[in-house]
């Protein structure tokens, strides 16, 4: 069997080849023997497209970058491959064989053979050609489930790894600061607890899988004034320590995240990607992070364009160097020609190349592309027969039904009930009107850093490559009885209401109405939610609010389904709607779940991971506001949201009881043990999401009224009741303080027990003593949670 993939080797071991040594020696080895330019050829990427029928990638002309000449680029070495799945539509297997034949190629043109380190968008899912959609970031938040996004990052990162694959760009830590900005669908959450257990446990699945996770973006991204996407940043010191860092520090802690991918915005006047003291100081000298740093794609060449603090390329990068940066993504543009001229020419010190190759090479080391057994022949691809490349295509399933199961189970937890006045779940109705954009549009349920809405749309005559049923499709398997009629209204954004008349008369006519709404995810404007794509209000785009109005007028019972990116003031269906039912882009069996929310075959227990707002006007606000950030009487604005961060609705009722302490009082480096009774009281199973939350009466400096410590989910059978014992670390009532140091201060607090931020059914009130206390990144930082049955009454 020809295999076209095969690697020239000598027979004496180079050091940094040989496995008896150790890494750090291997690496100083070959460290050592390259030349200015070899090192700095491991410190860019290029970005590719895999050939569809099984032959070497090709490079990807971007409309922002000149045109690369990978042959001229190979003799060298090259660092890294841009997204070769992630570019245009490619069969998995003959994707694999491209990428594995590249790789051969790459490694056999340098003088050390080495091969490139392949990275891949998975976002929500790998981000390739039939690979499954699984729900967003903002699902992720609403599900409250850290085990099931841990799984779901484990499948991703199985799928990755099978097709040659190392480094994934996932996931989003940036913490929502204001609901108007595009990539809120990306993030998991408006609070940095949420924000940090959900996308640790993501971490923790890629790495399992032995892909580099890439927490992004570093930091304070999300907090662009106005919600405008790459809009500077108005942060002060504090709120970048206790809300922004957070999550991230907990990612590189408890899950090993082996990369981080700088912000593209400055704060104060700092571009992240030249912030020495953030992604230096802070990153690697306090918290001893020893990965990679990546830029975000043309993140360093932004230094002189669009933040205009470089004269030049070579500048950028050697600020981006001394900063921390190690590698230029997508493509190789200051790291080529200007920075090696400036080296060269004593401008640039090696040392900071030696510096970034280091961390890149220990890396690659740990990945097997310095090992003298390297292959590049995936896992996929094994006893594949390779002479004849067409005879693979279909053969590498990226949406196994397994895939498809866990996605179904993520989608099913995510979804929040907001409202329901008895309405839902529907009994046996005969006649339903189905109506609204995103009732028929298979798309509705993606996100922009899906495949089919990231790339699929530029190529319309090639297949989706995944299944996407409507909910129209679903909810005829749901109610197979029912009469279904269908109106579409209005479009998302188009604003045409000539359609609104025949939708009225639709619902006239039905039992009842669901009506549809939501978003179309996109890029740069494409959408109405994704990267780019900013909301000036938070009202549902286009005609979508003149629709429901006119829906709301009529006799017929009203269902809101939104499947969307971000929250929407929904106006008179907050108080009018029969029920409400949110979903944040659920992925590829969003609307089976949402289908069987609404048959009641699935008992809701998402929970929301952002406020809702009353007023489209009212950003940027979170439930982390201080005092004066919440309705006063010194403000004619009332930024109190119609549904408040945690809420969510069941089909059965839980009930609260029975709390004690096991001690009032505390010292500063003690904890409080709380213990309490929820019990199912309602005649059908269901799952109960506590929360715990905090509540610092008087500190030092301004606190949030509340903020999130803690959480679990209790899946309850009718009559079922649970003792839960929590206990609380003190170091959880830490805060960023005077001088700058996280510190734990003596004092009264409330410990919150609650169904949201805006419904807390127990409350603790305890003491610390003692002195103050002083902590750093090694303080505790979660709370506990121990689940015992309670014998039945």
């Known amino acids: 069997m020809n295999t076209n993939v095969a690697v020239e080797t000598t027979p004496e071991i180079p050091p940094w080849k040989d496995l ?73 297997a003959l994707g694999a064989l491209s990428l594995a034949r590249t790789q051969a190629r790459i490694a056999s043109a340098n003088r050390f053979g080495i091969a490139a380190l392949a990275h891949e968008e998975c976002l929500a899912g790998f981000a390739a050609w039939g690979a499954t959609a699984y729900p967003v970031p903002l ?356 604003g045409d209401l000539s359609g609104i008349p025949e939708a009225a008369q639709a619902a006239r006519g039905a039992d009842v109405a669901v009506v549809v709404l939501g978003d179309r995810s996109g890029m740069f404007g494409r959408g109405t939610s994704g990267e780019g794509c900013d909301a000036e209000a938070l009202v549902l785009p286009g005609g979508q609010p003149h629709l429901l109005d006119t829906l709301l007028d009529l006799d017929t019972p009203v269902v809101t389904v939104l499947l969307a990116g971000r929250p929407y003031a929904l106006g008179r269906a907050v108080e009018e709607s029969a029920a409400i039912v949110q979903s944040f882009f659920p992925g590829e069996e969003g609307t089976h779940a949402i289908a069987g929310v609404l048959s009641g075959r699935v008992n809701p227990s998402g929970r929301l991971p952002v406020s809702v707002p009353r007023g489209p006007g009212s950003q940027p606000t979170t439930y982390l506001g201080a005092r004066l950030a919440h309705a006063s009487e010194v403000s004619s604005v009332d930024p109190t949201p119609a549904f408040a961060f945690g809420h969510g609705l069941s089909y059965t009722e839980f009930g609260w009881s029975d709390l004690t302490v096991d001690t009032q009082e505390a010292p500063t480096d003690g904890d409080f043990t709380l213990a309490f009774t929820v019990r199912n009281n309602g005649e059908r199973s269901g799952t109960e999401v506590v929360q715990l939350y905090l509540h610092d009466p008087v500190a030092s400096v301004v606190q949030p009224v509340q903020r999130l410590v803690g959480y679990t989910r209790l899946e309850l059978e009718p009559g079922e009741a649970r003792r839960v014992r929590v206990t609380v670390p003190a170091d959880l009532a830490s805060f960023t303080g005077h001088d700058g140091r996280r510190v734990v201060e003596p004092g009264q607090l409330e410990m919150r027990l609650a169904a949201s931020s805006a419904d807390a059914r127990l409350t603790a009130r305890v003491t610390l003593t003692g002195a103050e206390r002083h902590l750093d990144h090694t303080r505790r930082l979660h709370a506990t949670f121990r689940q015992e049955p309670v014998a039945p009454a």
């Open 20 to 92: 008896t040594l150790p890494v750090t020696t291997r690496v100083d080895a070959l460290i050592g023997a390259m030349t200015v330019q070899e090192k700095i050829a491991q410190l860019y990427g290029v970005w590719v497209g895999a050939s569809d029928q099984g032959g070497e990638v090709a490079p990807h002309q971007h409309e922002m970058e000149e045109a690369v000449d990978l042959e001229a680029l190979l003799p060298t070495g090259l660092g890294q491959l841009t997204r070769p799945f992630g570019t245009v539509p490619v069969d998995p």
């Open 139 to 494: 699902s992720w938040g609403a599900a409250f489930d850290p085990d099931a996004v841990r799984r779901m990052a484990a499948a991703i990162g199985r799928d990755m790894r099978s097709v040659g694959v190392h480094q994934g760009l996932a996931p989003v830590l940036d913490v929502v600061r204001d609901a108007r900005w595009g990539r809120v669908e990306e993030t998991i959450g408006e609070d940095p607890y949420l924000v940090g257990t959900i996308g640790t446990s993501y971490v923790q699945g890629l790495e399992s899988a032995g892909i580099v996770a890439t927490v992004k973006h570093f930091a304070g991204y999300s907090a662009s004034r106005a919600g405008r996407n790459l809009a500077p940043s108005s942060m002060g010191p504090r709120e970048r320590a206790d809300v922004m860092l957070p999550p991230f520090e907990m990612a590189i802690r408890e899950g090993g995240a082996r990369s981080v991918m700088n912000a593209y915005t400055d704060t104060d006047g700092m571009p992240s990607a030249a912030d020495k003291d953030l992604l230096t100081g802070l990153l690697r000298d306090t918290w001893g992070f020893d990965g990679t740093v990546v830029a975000d794609y043309f993140a360093i060449a932004f230094l002189k364009t669009l933040h205009g603090i470089a004269a030049d390329w070579a500048e950028a990068a050697g600020t981006a160097l001394a900063a921390g940066i190690d590698v230029e993504l997508p493509n190789v543009k200051t790291f080529g020609t200007p920075l090696v001229q400036a080296v060269t020419e004593g401008r640039i010190p090696e040392g900071l190349i030696n510096r970034a190759l280091r961390h890149v090479l220990v890396q690659k080391a740990a990945l097997g592309l310095l090992d003298p057994d390297w292959s590049p022949m995936p896992a996929a691809l094994d006893g594949a027969d390779l002479d004849d490349p067409q005879a693979l295509r279909g053969t590498v399933d990226l949406d196994r039904p397994e895939n498809r199961q866990l996605a179904r189970e993520i989608a099913e937890k995510a979804i929040v009930l907001l409202t329901n006045d008895g309405t839902l779940p529907l009994a046996g109705p005969r006649r339903i009107a189905l109506i609204g954009p995103n009732a028929t549009e298979p798309t509705a349920v993606l996100g922009c850093y899906s495949f089919p809405q990231h790339i699929g749309v530029r190529h319309p005559g090639t297949p989706v490559g995944i299944e996407l049923p409507t909910l129209l499709d679903t909810l005829a398997v749901e109610f197979p009885d029912a009469e279904i009629t269908v109106a579409r209204g209005t479009g998302i954004d188009d």
